[in-house]
C-alpha cells in the first residue's frame, strides 16, 4: 500500500518516491518529520489506537527507569559527597576544583574582561605606549634586548662618513595584546646616541 502523509510543518501532501521510500525530512519544506507524528490518510482506526496504547506503554515504562536511574545516581552522589566532605572537609582539592571549573565557566566574557583591566594597569606604568601597526591596540612593554657585535652589522652612511648606530643598543620589545604582532623601538639612551650622530659638528 502505498503510504500517504501530510508534513505537519508545511502541510503538503507527501508521496515519497518508489526507490528511496520515507525519508526523515519532508521534501517540500525540509523540516523534521519524526519530531511531529504524521497524519496518515485511510489509516484503520482500531490499529491506530492500539498502536497509541502501545506507545504510551513504552513510554511510561522509559520513564519509570529513567526515573529509576536518576534516583539511584543521585543516591550514590549524595552518599559520595558526604564521604568528602567527611574525610577531607572543605579543604577537599576536589572540591575546590569544582568551584574552580564553576568559576571558569561562568563566562569567557568576564575573563577577558579581567584581562583587559590588567593590560591597563601595565600600559599605565609603561614610559610609551605605542599603537600595533596591524591592529591599534595599544601595545604592551614587554622587555628589553640588547644587540651586540654579533648581531649586527652597521651600515656606514656616506653622508655621515660613520655609523648611524653603534654596538651594543638596546632595543625595547613590545607585544600587542591582541593579535600578538611584536614591534621594537630604539631605547631612550640609544636615542641620543644617534641624535648626537645625527647632529653637525659645528
Ligand atoms: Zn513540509
Ligand atoms: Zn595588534
Known amino acids: 500500500m502505498e503510504e500517504h502523509l501530510i508534513c505537519p510543518w ?5 508521496v515519497w518516491d518508489e526507490e528511496i521510500g520515507p525519508e526523515s525530512h519532508c521534501p517540500h519544506c525540509d523540516n523534521e518529520l519524526s519530531a511531529y507524528r504524521t497524519i496518515e490518510l485511510g489509516y484503520d482506526e482500531d490499529e491506530v489506537e492500539a498502536d ?3 506507545r504510551a506503554v513504552q513510554a511510561l515504562k522509559i520513564n519509570d527507569t529513567h526515573r529509576a536511574a536518576k534516583q539511584n545516581d543521585s543516591d550514590s552522589d549524595q552518599e559520595e559527597w558526604d564521604e568528602d566532605e ?5 579543604d577537599d582539592p576536589g572540591h575546590k576544583r569544582w568551584l574552580q571549573e564553576d568559576d571558569g565557566y561562568r563566562s569567557a ?3 577577558r574582561f579581567a584581562v583587559e583591566e590588567t ?10 605606549v605605542p599603537e600595533c601597526p596591524v591592529c591599534r591596540s595599544y601595545m604592551i612593554e614587554a622587555g628589553v634586548q640588547l644587540v651586540g657585535e654579533q648581531q649586527f652589522e652597521a651600515r656606514i652612511a656616506p653622508s655621515l662618513g660613520g655609523p648611524v648606530l653603534t654596538t651594543p643598543f638596546k632595543l625595547a620589545l ?3 595584546p591582541a593579535c600578538y604582532h611584536t614591534s621594537t623601538l630604539l631605547s631612550q639612551s640609544d636615542r641620543e646616541q644617534m641624535l648626537k650622530r645625527l647632529t653637525p659638528n659645528e
Open 86 to 90: 567527611q574525610e577531607h572537609d572543605s
Open 174 to 176: 613590545y607585544v600587542c
Open 109 to 111: 566574557d568576564t575573563a
Open 119 to 128: 593590560v591597563q594597569r601595565v600600559l599605565d606604568d609603561q614610559d610609551e
Open 52 to 54: 497509541e496504547h502501545e
Open 10 to 14: 508545511c502541510l503538503t501532501e507527501i
